[in-house]
Every structure is written in C-alpha cells, then in structure tokens.
C-alpha cells in the first residue's frame, strides 16, 4: 500500500522557517513534488524534484531569494521542503506528492500519490 505522510508543519512568525517532511512508503517514484493549498483558494503547485534529485524546479511565488529548498533522500524514501523567511501568504496546507511517471512534474495530473496534508500557518 502506498503511503505519503507529511510532518513538520505548524504556527511561526513572519520572517522564520520551518522543514516539512514527507515519508514515503510501498514503492518507489520517479518525481516529487510540494503543493499547497492557501485558505479558500484552489492547491497551487510549490516546487519539484526529479527521480535522482539533481533537477528542481519551483513556483515563482517561492523561488525569489532561495526562499524554499527541495530536497530528497532515496535511500530513506523521502522528500523535504525547507521554507525560509516565511510570509504570511505561505498559509497553507502542504501537500507532499509522487509521481509513478515524470521525472520534474509542475501540475497535479502529473502526480499519482498524495499525502493527507501538513498545515503551515505563518503569523505577521
């Protein structure tokens, strides 16, 4: 059976950080990726890595400054995502996904798996 657990989410202020993992579980994939999911707004796509982690690729919301940083480990089935100088606009639920087909995917019909979501609240 196929798991993605996410963890690490929670409350911080402007300008902080926080590391979200995302365990993976019952097989192996090729891309991962992070969305998120902001209050009454549909899930947007954050960032992505490719099957050995060489390539990434992220929203432009999150790449100025080297704010998010995706990263993966294989040999542990995982993927992170650590967020620095946190905004307010970054509340969200994060959603960790997996794809069983593409490597650096940017849309959500690219990913087959799901985690159930972490929420991310950062306070002004």
């Known amino acids: 059976q196929v798991q993605l657990v996410e963890s690490g989410g929670g409350l911080v202020q402007a300008g902080g950080s926080l590391r979200l993992s995302c365990a993976a579980s019952?097989?192996?994939?090729?891309?991962m990726g992070w969305f998120r999911q902001p209050p009454g707004k549909e899930r947007e796509f954050v960032g992505g890595?490719?099957?050995?982690?060489?390539?990434?690729?992220?929203a432009d919301s999150v790449k100025g400054q080297g704010r998010f940083t995706i990263s993966r480990d294989n040999a542990k089935n995982a993927v992170y995502l650590q967020m620095n100088s946190l905004k307010p606009e970054d509340t969200a639920v994060y959603y960790c996904a997996a794809s069983r087909t593409y490597n650096l995917g940017k849309t959500e019909y690219e990913y087959d798996y799901w985690g159930q979501g972490t929420q991310v609240t950062v306070s002004s």
């Open positions: 890595i490719s099957t050995r982690g060489d390539g990434t690729y992220y």
């Open positions: 019952g097989r192996t994939f090729y891309g």
